[in-house]
């Protein structure tokens, strides 16, 4: 019988989990009660490892043509310029950008494509109750708009209900942390203004910060922290509006046509993501400050690393230890992730709001790290989660490094020219279901190009690409012959010197 799968909730995350497992040929059952997708301002910006995994779910092309991209961030300290992110230093990676696309019309081209595979969202439909026994999960679904209920059984539940997860609360699943003081507004629209298009700009103020994000077809994002006083009766458009002007050095006026919304923010994390049938992703999982705008593209490689794993273990190709250890695996990982993500977005917040001396301080910081480059080697990378590594669990080998490979960390997107016309991307070798095994010789066939082979491993069972040639030798920083064993999810399981990784390193 084919596995059941459940996935509540249609935001960005429910979407990525049941569109990775709809690739794998597994079906999904997805609800949301929302009678529709919504179209108020959330998530507006897309970094690049998102957009590695929307490529490998095929919509990357799509956002990347519907969406705007931003090439730096300017901090702005009281009116004066103190430093500026760009992506100039990011490398091996094909996007090099930040993509801003408002949320809505990211989730209209994953809604796109869960339907190009057959997938449909039941709306109108909430998740009102769950039960979870050893090998069943038994749901409460209340049609909203027939206002009936009825209970259904799935082999596997993704809660991807966002922040007030009933998943989450129906397993009883504690959600801890804390939530800011701040009340922040914003408002997407059109605006008149020479801030100029290509970058978003931070403008911390005594009296609150202004954050101004470019978006496609010359709208803006407009998102600033709640002024102390907002007179009665004022709508919230004016609201933003006024303090836009009074801490942007900038003219800024806002034309006809803006949505604003007014929203609190929360530092908090489930206290686990994983429970015999069950996982959160998203949201649900985490809450934190959109500062660093982590939000979306968290959720998305919650339900990307998920989707391979849990695929497996539907497919059969894990016993029942492995699968096991698989989603263990899984949580850790998620958890090193959310933990990063909660601290960094928390110091940024923070820094928004300083004043004084520790003003001062900030803003000598981000001088001396943008005058030593140390934002954009070091910040940028991290805030794009295109340096991604984690720490081994138990039994699993420390990392190794070998060139620009590193075991338990990211897959370089490294290009390798393997033909006249241009080169190949490493992860264009990615399967979407099963680790691959992948060989570099760069002693082997002479010439500018790399020669691509694919084969079978009889005794590991996994997908072999040889790549010999020696223009691996100054791309991946190698000098012999080195095979790494690669995630689906883009992750280096391990890497060695030949001969192979060893079968229990495979399974890392
Ligand atoms: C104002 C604002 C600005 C933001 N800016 C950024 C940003 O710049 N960058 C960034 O990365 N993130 C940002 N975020 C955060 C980002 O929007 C979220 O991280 C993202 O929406 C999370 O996606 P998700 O799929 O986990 O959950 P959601 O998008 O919240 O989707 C959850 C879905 O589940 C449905 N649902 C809920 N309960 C049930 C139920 N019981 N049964 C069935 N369906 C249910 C809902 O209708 C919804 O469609 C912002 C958020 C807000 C509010």
Redesign the pocket.
């Known amino acids: 019988m084919s596995p059941r799968i459940l996935v ?7 979407l990525t989990a049941a569109i990775s497992l709809r690739l794998q040929g597994l079906p999904v059952t997805v ?4 009678a529709g997708p ?1 179209t108020h ?5 897309l970094w690049p490892r998102a957009l590695e995994i929307f490529e490998r779910i095929g919509v990357a092309d799509e956002l990347v043509s519907a969406g705007h991209q931003l090439t730096g961030q300017h901090y702005h300290s009281n009116g004066t310029r103190i430093a500026t992110m760009t992506f100039r230093r990011l490398r091996h990676t094909k996007y090099r950008y930040a993509l801003a696309i408002p ?1 809505h019309a990211t989730e209209r081209v994953l809604r796109k494509r869960f339907a190009e595979l057959d997938g449909s969202i039941r709306t109108h ?4 109750a769950l039960r979870i026994d050893a090998d069943v999960v038994t749901t409460t679904l209340t049609d909203l708009g027939a206002g009936t209920e009825q209970e259904e059984c799935y082999d596997w539940v993704i809660g ?8 989450r609360t129906a397993a009883g699943i504690e959600f801890t942390g804390q939530t800011y003081e701040q009340t922040f507004l ?1 408002s997407d629209g059109p605006c008149a203004t020479d801030l100029a298009t290509d970058s978003a700009h931070y403008f911390m103020t005594d009296t609150g910060v202004l954050v101004m994000v470019p978006l496609p077809d010359k709208q803006w994002r407009a998102f600033i922290s709640a002024p102390r006083a907002i007179p009665e009766g004022e709508p919230l458009v004016d609201t933003v509006a006024r303090v836009v002007s009074q801490r942007s050095p900038v003219p800024v006026r806002f034309l006809d046509g803006h949505v604003a ?1 007014r ?1 609190r923010i929360h530092r908090k994390a489930a206290e686990r993501v994983w429970q015999d049938r069950l996982f959160l ?4 999982a985490h809450a934190h400050s ?1 500062a660093g ?5 968290t ?1 998305v490689e919650d339900a990307s690393s998920l989707a391979w794993r849990l695929g497996g273990v539907c497919r059969g190709s894990a016993s029942a230890a492995d699968s096991g250890r698989a989603f263990a695996q899984w949580a850790d990982e998620r958890h090193q992730v959310v933990e990063n993500v909660l601290r960094d977005t928390d110091l940024q917040t923070r820094l928004w709001g300083v004043r004084g001396l520790r003003r001062r301080l900030r803003d000598a910081v981000l001088y001396g790290a943008e005058r030593t480059s140390l934002l954009d080697r070091v910040v940028i990378p991290r805030q794009t989660q295109i340096v991604q590594r984690y720490k081994p669990g138990p039994g699993q080998s420390r990392p190794k490094t070998i060139g620009v490979l590193r075991s338990h960390a990211r897959l370089p997107n490294v290009e390798i020219p393997t033909g006249a016309a241009g080169g190949t991307y490493l992860h264009d070798f990615l399967s979407l279901t099963e680790p691959v095994s992948i060989e570099f010789d760069p002693a082997g066939t002479p010439g500018r190009h790399t020669d691509v082979q694919r084969s079978d491993a009889q005794e590991s069972g996994l997908d072999v690409v040889s790549l010999t040639g020696p223009a691996l030798r100054s791309a991946l920083g190698i000098s012999r012959r080195v095979t790494c064993v690669v995630r689906p999810d883009g992750i280096v399981a391990a890497v060695a010197p030949n001969p192979a990784p060893s079968k229990r390193e495979n399974n890392a």
Not at 41 to 45: D, E, I, M, Q, T
Not at 125 to 128: A, K, P, Q, R, Y
Not at 281 to 284: E, F, I, K, P, R
Request: hydrophobic share 45%; no cysteine; charged share 15%.
């Open positions: 509540v909730g249609a935001g960005p995350a429910g609800i949301d009660k929302a919504h301002p959330k998530a507006v910006v949320q439909t909430e998740l009102t991807a209900d966002g922040v007030h997860s009933a998943v914003l919304g929203f992703v998203g949201d649900a959109p705008a982590q939000g979306i593209n959720g």
